[in-house]
């Protein structure tokens, strides 16, 4: 069902590798509540040729884009305004990649070099993007910023090493940007803190089906599903979320404040 939350409104959508992302089923979304927006991803990941299909289905174009680089970020925001004909209402940041966890390094021995990729590409890319959009003058007032995090950001979860710390990196700028966009020309910017989903980059963890496991025990609505996750998305995009800003918003079926659930006790068969 549509409600049509996206009408009218201009897009750029970050991400999306095969029909798993989550930034896939943004793009699904933004296209059914009536947005129109352009999809970009690293060159590198064209190659798959997944994100055509996405492209022909929402009547898309795609910009090519490595998010570490101010020129192809400045190519993006220039080019996008000029395909949808007018400034950007909607970005959605949905990158996130570590060699460290690629390669299973524990978080005591991290490469450095891969620990300085990490951060270039998840995190400093939001600050790279909003500062190009803002120079740009490319999001119109009460446009709205949404990146994708994890929870790691606040509690340990050893297995996701150097990310916990980019995340948390990416959620400072968040409010830092926040700020500044805020004041200077009413631009929203958020993260949304997403359940464990089966994804390219959320399968690269060690121990991820376990965890994936544990999280839905622990949640009571269960873990949160990739399109859940598109259709709050969508919500943060839209009019209805005008004063929401600054904010790391957890979509995660109430798993962050729960301590122990009947269920995973009776997984652990330490029921009382
Ligand atoms: N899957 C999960 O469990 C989970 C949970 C919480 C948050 N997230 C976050 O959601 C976001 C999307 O991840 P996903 O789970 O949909 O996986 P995904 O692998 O489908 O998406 C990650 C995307 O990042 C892109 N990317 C990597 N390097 C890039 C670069 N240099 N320039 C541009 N794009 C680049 C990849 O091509 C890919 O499309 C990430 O920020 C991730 O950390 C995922």
Redesign the pocket.
């Known amino acids: 069902m549509s409600y049509n939350l996206l009408k009218g409104k201009r897009g750029i959508i970050?991400?999306?590798?095969?029909e798993?992302?989550?930034?896939?089923k943004v793009a699904e979304k933004a296209n059914e509540e009536g947005g129109t927006f352009v999809l970009?991803?690293?060159p590198?990941?064209m190659r798959m040729g997944e994100i055509n299909k996405l492209a022909e289905k929402t009547g898309s174009q795609i910009i090519p884009?490595?998010?570490?680089?101010v020129e192809?970020l400045t190519e993006l925001f220039t080019k996008s305004q000029e395909i949808l004909g007018g400034k950007i209402d909607f970005v959605l940041?949905?990158?996130?990649?570590s060699v460290n966890i690629r390669k299973k390094i524990p978080y005591t021995e991290l490469n450095y070099e891969y620990y300085t990729k990490g951060i270039?590409?998840?995190a400093f890319?939001l600050h790279k993007m909003l500062s190009v959009a803002k120079k740009l003058d490319a999001i119109n007032e009460w446009g709205s910023v949404v990146?994708?995090?994890?929870?790691a950001a606040q509690r340990v979860y050893p297995f996701y090493t150097d990310?916990a710390d980019i995340?948390a990196m990416?959620e400072s700028i968040t409010r830092s940007f926040g700020y500044h966009y805020g004041i200077e020309k009413k631009v929203r910017i958020n993260t949304?803190?997403?359940?464990?989903?089966?994804?390219?980059?959320?399968?690269?963890?060690k121990g991820?089906g376990d965890f994936?496991d544990y999280a839905n025990a622990l949640s009571p609505l269960g873990n949160a599903s990739?399109e859940d996750?598109a259709n709050y998305c969508i919500t943060l995009f839209s009019d209805l979320t005008r004063m929401v800003t600054m904010q790391n918003l957890y979509h995660d079926g109430g798993y962050s404040t729960t301590g122990v659930s009947d269920v995973l006790l009776k997984k652990l068969g330490i029921e009382g």
Not at 65 to 69: I, K, N, R
Not at 147 to 151: F, M
């Open positions: 970050t991400g999306a590798l095969d798993n992302s989550i930034a896939w970009t991803n690293a590198i990941a884009a490595d998010a570490t680089s192809d940041h949905s990158i996130g990649m270039d590409v998840s890319s990146a994708l995090t994890y929870a990310m995340k990416l949304v803190s997403q359940s464990p989903t089966k994804t390219k980059a959320g399968s690269g963890i991820f994936f990739a996750c």
